[in-house]
Structures are given as structure tokens and as C-alpha cells.
């Protein structure tokens, strides 16, 4: 059995030495394990935080735990005076939840009054002083509140996001290089002004997704990659763009699908899909211009770190990777085909499909994954 986090430890050596029971401080921390766990604040007061938002209390909970310390309360005595459990207290405090205005007036009202142990005082009882001064305070909790509930909604809405990653863990996005023969002039080393993104074969796709994981992920380390993964990165969160044929992990890591991609003597500078080594999937041509290419989104775990994941965006050609991208990036389109993916995909860390991926006038469209005709293959 895992031994309690040093947080713990503090909290009931504290008990011990200012003449409290070991129970009572056990009871704060049995109570609270619902919702999170101790984490070291490096000052070794315990405080609680969800995890990947260590001490990130948000204003409200940090003026309810100013408060209640003003006072040299415990949680355990302010929840007995307010009549809650200290459960409550610990998540209004660590920002796991919002407490309900009528226990933020109750909050106002007690630490008005000047008490510091007892009940919530009735409101008739307070002087006029102390009426002014709780309704000074409620306002500032409400305002606070308000605050917090729209931060709440934002994280809850960033939750969603098929490109979030709760555990704020780092995540690297790993495009193939452009061969010899395309590259720029800037892509040369050479060159003085060499930009070794140049020589990304999937330049749009690269720049789209980090924007929008960057956003979406906020405490985590996002980077793009050519190709080189070190030992550290094999851990995190990988997102590959691209085939086998321009980025050799892709090859590597899919071996066992029953999808490939594989050269096509009829399609140049591209690689087709196979399925179950029968079927083909080709782009389609009017002409010599393209107008609809073939568009690869899977995600597996991370076989070096099964809490992270693998995601794969590809496609015969780089608009067919950049269409899978843009599924669940675009703006007018991702809550619908987020939609379809939780209404029929058992587990959205492990499945993969092909989609259909419209070109019109050399402009690459968003698959609409709500529409059967543009959903190709799923496994």
C-alpha cells in the first residue's frame, strides 16, 4: 500500500504538537481524498490541489482560505460553525468547486461578526458596523464567484477537446521531412537563412495543430518535431503527421492495423491506403487538380507511457493530413464531429478512421464526420 504523501505527514505532526488528535487532522484527509490528493506546496502546509493545477486555488478560494486562517481556524472548526462538511470546506478552498451563494453569505456573515467559533450568527444581531462590513465582503465573494464560474466553464469546455490532455503532460508533434529533392532553398543548412521548418513536409498541419493544442493545453510543453524523438519524448503525448513514407515512426509504430499506406504506381508523391490488404483508396483527380484526397485520424495509447497517447493525422497527400487535422480544429465543424466520434466510438484512445477530405480551387475543406458519405473506414 502507498505510504501518504510527506503533505500528510506534516498535517499530523501539526496535530501532535498543538495538542489536537491525530484523528481529527486523519478526518480532514479522509474526507478529502475524494476530489484530489495532498500535494507539497513546497512549504509543506498541505495543500490540496487537482491534479496538473497544483496550488491553482483560483481568487475565491484563496480569500476563503485567507479568511478562515485570519481566524486560526481549521477547516474542520469553520465547516462545524458553518454547518458543512469539512469536505466542502477543503474543495471551496482548493478550487475543486464553487461553493453556492447562500454558503458565501453565510461566509460573510460569520466573519463580520467577529466570531471564531460557534455558529453563523443571525443577521439581526450584527451592529451596524459589522452589517456594512458583511455586505462589503459578500460582495467581493460574489464577484469573485461570478469570476470563478466563467474560468469553470472555459476548463470545462477546454475538457471536451479532443485535444486536450488532462494531465497537462508534454506533447510533441512529430512531422516527416520534405525529400531532398523539395526542399527550399531555406530548408538547405547551409544556407544563412535556414529554417530547419522548411523542410517539414507538413508545414500546415504542423502549424494549425500546435496553435490549437497550445491553447488547449496551457501548462503543458507543446513543440514540434522533425523526425529526431529523444528518450524523454517516447513518454509524452505524440501526435505524427504524415505517412510512413515521409515520417518513419508512422511505419513503426502501425504496424499491426489493418490500415497501410503503400506506394501506387498511378498516384505520384503519394502513398494510398491499403485496407486489410485488399481494398484501395486513391485521391480523386479532375483533370491534373486535385479534388478530394484521403484523410487518416487514429489515436492508440502510448506504449511507453499507457496514461499518454499516440494520435495519427495523414493522408495520401498533405491536404488529406491536414483535413484530419482541421476535423477537430475547426472552429465551425469540431463540435459536431466531436459529437459523432463520443456518440459511436467506444474509446477515444483507441480507434482510427478514414475520411473523405474535399479540395475546392486548391482550398482544403473540413470533413463533416455527421455526413456517412465522408466517413471512408473505421476501426
Same mark, same amino acid.
Given at each position: 500500500?502507498?505510504?501518504?504523501? +510527506?503533505?500528510? @505527514? ?74 458543512? &462538511? ?49 455586505? +462589503? ?20 469546455? &477546454? ?33 544563412? @537563412? ?138 465551425? &465543424? ?36 455527421? @455526413? ?8
Amino acid at each position: 500500500m502507498r505510504s501518504p504523501p +510527506r503533505s500528510v @505527514n506534516v498535517l499530523v505532526g501539526r496535530a501532535l504538537a498543538d495538542g489536537r488528535s491525530r484523528c481529527e487532522y486523519l478526518q480532514v484527509f479522509n474526507a478529502s481524498v475524494n476530489f484530489g490528493e495532498f500535494w507539497d506546496s513546497g512549504e509543506g502546509d498541505g495543500v490540496m490541489a487537482r491534479p496538473g493545477s497544483r496550488n491553482d486555488t483560483g481568487e475565491l478560494g484563496s480569500r476563503l482560505r485567507e479568511l478562515r486562517e485570519s481566524r486560526g481556524m481549521t477547516q474542520l472548526r469553520l465547516g462545524r460553525a458553518l454547518g458543512v &462538511a469539512v469536505s466542502s470546506i477543503s474543495s471551496w478552498e482548493s478550487g475543486a468547486k464553487l461553493p453556492p451563494p447562500a454558503r458565501l453569505a453565510d461566509y460573510a456573515t460569520f466573519f463580520a461578526s467577529g466570531a471564531s467559533s460557534g455558529g453563523v450568527p443571525p443577521e439581526n444581531a450584527l451592529t451596524d458596523e459589522q452589517r456594512e462590513q458583511r455586505l +462589503r465582503l459578500k460582495r467581493e465573494l460574489d464577484r469573485l464567484r461570478t469570476t470563478g464560474e466563467v474560468h469553470e466553464s472555459v476548463e470545462r469546455e &477546454a475538457q471536451q477537446d479532443f485535444w486536450r490532455f488532462p494531465d497537462d503532460g508534454p506533447v510533441r508533434i512529430v512531422t516527416g521531412g520534405l525529400s531532398e529533392k523539395h526542399w527550399s532553398p531555406l530548408g538547405t543548412p547551409s544556407e544563412p @537563412n535556414f529554417l530547419s521548418l522548411a523542410r517539414c513536409a507538413d508545414l500546415d498541419a504542423a502549424v494549425e495543430l500546435f496553435g490549437h493544442v497550445r491553447a488547449a493545453n496551457p501548462r503543458s510543453d507543446v513543440e514540434i518535431r522533425l523526425e529526431y524523438l529523444g528518450d524523454d519524448d517516447l513518454r509524452a503525448h505524440l501526435v505524427f503527421l504524415g505517412s510512413g513514407a515521409a515520417n518513419p515512426w508512422v511505419e513503426w509504430l502501425t504496424a499491426g492495423w489493418p490500415v497501410r499506406q503503400v506506394p501506387d504506381e498511378e498516384v505520384v508523391d503519394g502513398s494510398v491506403f491499403l485496407i486489410d490488404g485488399e481494398r484501395r483508396l486513391k485521391p480523386v483527380f479532375r483533370g491534373d487538380q486535385l479534388v478530394e484526397d484521403v484523410g487518416l485520424l487514429a489515436r492508440i495509447p502510448n506504449p511507453n507511457n499507457i496514461r499518454r497517447t499516440l494520435t495519427f493525422c495523414s493522408g495520401v497527400f498533405t491536404r488529406g493530413g491536414f483535413g484530419a487535422v482541421r476535423c477537430l480544429t475547426d472552429p465551425q &465543424a469540431r463540435d459536431r464531429n466531436l459529437a459523432y466520434l463520443h456518440d459511436n466510438v467506444e474509446d477515444l484512445t483507441s480507434f482510427g478512421m478514414l475520411m473523405r477530405v474535399p479540395v475546392m480551387r486548391h482550398v482544403t475543406g473540413t470533413p463533416d464526420l455527421q @455526413n456517412p458519405a465522408n466517413r471512408l473506414y473505421e476501426w
